[in-house]
């Protein structure tokens, strides 16, 4: 079991910038890959951005050169640096746990706000 934890989401101007984390306990050793994803308002829940335990890092195209993905592996912390931040960024986001193919842990969301 993995448990995951979200926080520094916020309301924020367009052009702004935040950070979040995300914190895990539990079974920490048996994670593959670390993920943040969204859901905007009235959208489907999508990839950001991903992290595997070897450092290996992946980004949505909406994205790309705006947005940072990190882990911490001695604060079991994963951050989501995002920056130059758009009204279409403005989304619930998940932190994501990949033990395996079709076990993994969600966080429970934070809301993130660009005004426009």
């Known amino acids: 079991q993995v448990q995951l934890v979200e926080s520094g989401g916020g309301l924020v101007q367009a052009g702004g910038s935040l950070r979040l984390s995300c914190a895990a306990s539990?079974?920490?050793?048996?994670?593959?890959?670390m993920a943040w994803y969204r859901q905007g308002p009235g959208k489907e829940r999508e990839l950001v951005a991903a992290?595997?335990?070897?450092?290996?890092?992946n980004y949505a195209d909406s994205v790309k050169g705006r947005f940072t993905i990190s882990r911490d592996n001695g604060k079991n912390t994963m951050y989501l640096q995002m920056n130059s931040l758009k009204s279409e960024d403005t989304a619930v986001y998940y932190c994501?746990?990949?033990?395996?193919?079709?076990?993994?842990?969600w966080g429970q969301g934070t809301q993130v706000t660009v005004s426009s």
């Open positions: 539990g079974s920490i050793f048996s994670i593959n890959r």
């Open positions: 994501h746990a990949l033990i395996r193919l079709g076990l993994g842990s």
């Open positions: 992290i595997t335990s070897g450092g290996s890092t």
